[in-house]
């Protein structure tokens, strides 16, 4: 399905300036950080240019999320020598949206006799990241990498992230990789991973697979990505799992500093992309539940209410949803393209509350399934920029060579949760706000001007208030009838009421025609 594309300049010459000082303030309010501190910076170009490429780092002390530590001088230490990381000579390739420079994952897949091997490389954040080190104590601070439309707020120094550790092609670099075998079907037949050097020898965007792959371009490796994928794909549904299509809002910033908005259909290929990155954080759940040790993503199940709910909007969208039906095999059949079908993605996306991390020391507890993907679940393929995964990753590769968990990972068993928990939370308002700030911009001057746009959403105690997307420019906001309730899932126009960047607000109305 093609991308939906507006540019629209900003309108004045004082917004641009009124833009900034809004995202600065925002980063104020949210105690967002403008750059390392200079220990932290020292010692990862330290480690990045003295850290032999096969020489992880050993235990140490843990890192406390906690707290904000006390900055000291830097006195980096070179990592202690090591046997040399065999070398795995595997055409890897990586898949990322235009432009990324921190790169986690890097996949193969081959065919063999009884399904397919899936080997896929991920980032070795633990090979440069001392436990106790200065860069661990921010990390675990940061949590995960913050993103903006102005930059990014990342969670290692780019040195780091988009350098040393980032699996950039044409370079060896020290990994994590899992080897996943699959029967014919994409159900899991077998799970290892260890640690070795990777050379990625391709760098493709999701618009580069898809276009090899629907002009009949593509090299196999391309190929078993969708079979795998679209296995993969239907395994998820019959387990009962859920992947929601709906179309991302993006915004743009263009070369003369001007910004943009548009709505973006997922690709297929991102699709095929995102089933390796669940498959291996399925097979590293099964690892964690058979050594006794994890660290699982949950999402408790949905409330019936909340269901029931959305049976009603299906009615009131005049989509037809057989009681027989689960959800997940509607929401398959869907094109978020189709205005009814995109505000029924829309109200679906409230099923899924209340994501958690759980952990764990011999028995799994109950309740430890992520509702969403049918399966018990960890986050072990985003190092780079999650903290969590990081850990999640060392757990299998001391389980699957039959070594203890190393105690810096254990230790932080009772505060990582909550650390990983308030990073999320942080980073979804940011990024939301940021988004505000810029439709903001884009309608300033427009206050009274009509849009076309769909109802996406409505208030559960006011069917008089919702949410309205506009198509051009690719704003959503909130807006009021003036009169009856309003049509969810359909076409109307809509007036601009109020526009603030300072507030972050965008807000329409509507009155029947």
Not at 90 to 97: A, E, K
Not at 292 to 301: E, K
Request: net charge negative; charged share 25%; with cysteine.
């Amino acid at each position: 399905m093609p991308s939906r594309h507006l540019r629209l300049d900003l309108p004045a010459a004082t917004v641009p300036e009124r833009v900034r000082i809004a995202f600065d303030r925002l980063r104020s309010e949210m105690s967002i950080p403008l750059a390392f501190p200079e220990d932290v910076l020292a010692e990862a170009e330290h480690v990045a240019d003295a850290a032999p490429p096969d020489a992880p780092h050993a235990d140490a002390a843990p890192a406390d999320a906690r707290t904000e530590p006390t900055r000291t001088a830097p006195a980096p230490t070179p990592p202690p020598a090591t046997p040399l990381l065999p070398v795995l000579d595997v055409g890897f390739v990586t898949i990322d949206p235009p432009g990324s420079m921190d790169l986690d994952q890097a996949v193969h897949i081959e065919r063999t006799p009884d399904g397919y091997l899936v080997r896929y490389a991920i980032a070795d954040v633990a090979h440069f990241v001392a436990p106790g080190s200065a860069i661990d104590r921010e990390a675990g601070t940061r949590g995960m990498t913050l993103y903006a439309p102005d930059g990014r707020t990342p969670l290692h120094p780019p040195v780091l992230s988009e350098g040393a550790a980032s699996l950039l092609p044409g370079v060896d670099r020290p990994a994590a990789v899992w080897q996943i075998a699959l029967d014919d079907r994409g159900e899991i037949a077998d799970v290892d991973v260890r640690r070795a050097r990777v050379r990625s020898t391709a760098r493709f965007t999701y618009d580069e697979v898809q276009t090899a792959v629907d002009d009949g371009t593509a090299a196999d490796l391309l190929l078993l990505l969708r079979e795998v994928g679209e296995l993969r794909q239907l395994l998820e549904r019959e387990r009962g799992g859920v992947s929601l299509n709906v179309p991302e809002q993006n915004v743009t910033l263009h070369d003369d500093g001007s910004y943009g908005l548009e709505f973006r259909s997922v690709l297929p290929a991102e699709g095929w992309n995102a089933q390796i990155s669940l498959l291996t954080g399925i097979a590293a759940a099964r690892v964690m539940r058979e050594g006794g040790t994890g660290i699982f993503r949950t999402l408790p199940a949905s409330d019936p209410r909340d269901v029931e709910r959305l049976r009603r909007t299906a009615r009131a969208l005049d989509i037809a949803w057989p009681a027989e039906q689960p959800y997940g095999e509607l929401l398959a059949q869907l094109d978020s393209s189709v205005p009814q079908h995109a505000a029924f993605f829309n109200e679906a996306t409230s099923l899924f509350r209340g994501a958690g991390y759980l952990t764990f020391h011999g028995d799994v507890p109950d309740d430890a399934e992520h509702a969403a993907i049918a399966s018990e679940y960890a986050h072990v393929t985003a190092p780079l920029r999650r903290l969590v995964d990081r850990y999640g990753t060392e757990i299998c590769l001391a389980l699957c060579a039959d070594e203890p968990v190393p105690a810096w990972v254990r230790d932080a068993f009772e505060v990582l949760p909550k650390a990983m928990s308030r990073a999320g939370q942080r980073a979804s308002a940011f990024e939301r706000a940021s988004v505000d700030i810029v439709e903001a911009a884009l309608l300033t001057g427009a206050v009274g001007e009509l849009f076309e746009g769909v109802i996406v959403d409505l208030d559960s105690r006011d069917p008089h208030k919702g949410v309205v997307v506009v198509d051009e420019p690719a704003v959503r906001g909130s807006v009021v009838s003036g009169g009856g309730p309003l049509p969810l899932g359909e076409s109307v126009a809509v007036r601009v009421a109020e526009v603030s960047i300072e507030d972050r607000v965008v807000r329409f109305s509507y009155e029947e025609q």
